[in-house]
């Protein structure tokens, strides 16, 4: 898996790493995956919530993610930015990267959401 998100869960699951929240209301939907943002209804709940898209529009932002539209996901990571609102806590990352408000990988999401084994 190429985005390290995975990697990311386990290490906060296991406490080596801290789990934080580029805001408060993200617990909320990344609580379960220990903040990071694995699944591809996480980057939708989170495009909903925090920045006002319309299930539409944030599917669109799933299709660009799903088939790995590189030159289109900057400007979707920028778009997510203006709309929730331009303070120091978001960043956008490149899409060999993942950032918290936005996962520019999506080799990591699925629709299929799995329990998570406690440890």
């Known amino acids: 898996m190429r985005s390290g998100l995975t990697d990311t869960y386990l290490r906060r699951r296991s ?5 934080t929240y580029a805001d408060p209301r993200m617990e909320a939907i990344l ?11 996480h980057v939708l709940e989170l495009m909903m919530k925090l920045a006002g898209y319309s299930s539409d529009e944030a ?8 088939k790995k539209k590189v030159e289109k996901i900057g400007s979707a990571g920028q778009e997510f930015v203006h709309r929730a609102g331009s303070g120091a806590a978001w960043t956008v990352r490149s899409p060999s990267t993942c950032g918290t408000s936005l996962p520019s990988s999506p080799s990591t999401a ?7 084994a406690t440890p």
């Open 110 to 116: 699925s629709t299929r959401r799995t329990p998570t």
């Open 15 to 19: 406490g080596e790493e801290t789990v």
């Open 31 to 41: 609580g379960d995956s220990q903040g990071a943002p694995i699944y591809q209804d």
């Open 59 to 66: 599917d669109e932002v799933r299709k660009i993610l799903g």
